[in-house]
Nanobody
Framework: QVQLVESGGGLVQAGGSLRLSCAAS????????MAWYRQAPGTQRQFVAA???????NYADSVKGRFTISRDKDKNTVYLQMTNLKLDDTSVYYC??????????WGQGTQVTVSS
């Protein structure tokens, strides 16, 4: 079983920055594909960014050039550095992990609110 705990969300003004963290733990966790998703009220959860065990990254077009995903393998932690935040970035951000068997795990989410 794998547990994911997100942190780092909060209230920030448009144009500001935040860094989210996702700490993974549990016997089933090995370094692999991890991703960030977000979900605003009344909308479907949408992909934000992903990073493979080898460090290859992928981003949604809406965040390219503004968000950076990275990981610290020693700490089993993935980060999402968000810069130049926009009002539309307001969402609950979720960390996701896919294990070697294809099972998907989610964190509890962390709220990011961007104000004008």
């Amino acid at each position: 079983q794998v547990q994911l705990v997100e942190s780092g969300g909060g209230l920030v003004q448009a144009g500001g920055s935040l860094r989210l963290s996702c700490a993974a733990s549990g016997r089933g966790f090995v370094v692999g594909l991890m991703a960030w998703y977000r979900q605003a009220p009344g909308t479907q959860r949408q992909f934000v960014a992903a990073i493979t065990g080898g460090g290859i990254t992928n981003y949604a077009d809406s965040v390219k050039g503004r968000f950076t995903i990275s990981r610290d393998k020693d700490k089993n932690t993935v980060y999402l550095q968000m810069t130049n935040l926009k009002l539309d970035d307001t969402s609950v951000y979720y960390c996701e992990y896919t294990d070697v068997f294809g099972s998907v795990y989610w964190g509890q989410g962390t709220q990011v609110t961007v104000s004008s």
